[in-house]
Nanobody, 122 residues
Framework: QVQLQESGPGLVKPSQTLSPTCTVSGGSITTSYYYWNWIRQPPGKGLEWIGDIAFNGEIDYNPSFKSRTSISRDTSKNQFTLELSSVTPEDTAVYYC??????????????WGQGTQVTVSS
């Protein structure tokens, strides 16, 4: 059974970079046709898709975040990492790593980490 677990600092100062990591167990992040996503939920707001890194290493970003976002992976550790730079208090949110499975007519976000709270504050 595949499990996703977020980790990283819970408190980040304004203008700095937040960088949670997702560790995947029970399956490889290079397995077709999985896409490994970062999604966040600010307090009192809906879910926001930030971006993903595919099984083959291709990366896609939400244009709203693209200028200050980087997603990378370490296949030897079966991890992928989000870097969001120049943060402000508006970036305070619960950050989730999520697996999306997409092939043929099937497309679903079917496995979620528990989420990690990141607060941006001085």
């Amino acid at each position: 059974q595949v499990q996703l677990q977020e980790s990283g600092p819970g408190l980040v100062k304004p203008s700095q970079t937040l960088s949670p990591t997702c560790t995947v167990s029970g399956g490889s992040i290079t397995t077709s046709y999985y896409y490994w996503n970062w999604i966040r939920q600010p307090p009192g707001k809906g879910l926001e898709w930030i971006g993903d890194i595919a099984f083959n290493g291709e990366i896609d970003y939400n244009p709203s975040f693209k200028s200050r976002t980087s997603i990378s992976r370490d296949t030897s550790k079966n991890q992928f990492t989000l870097e969001l730079s120049s943060v402000t208090p508006e970036d305070t949110a619960v950050y989730y790593c999520v697996r999306r499975e997409s092939y043929s007519d099937y497309d679903e976000y079917n496995n979620w980490g528990q989420g990690t709270q990141v607060t941006v504050s001085s």
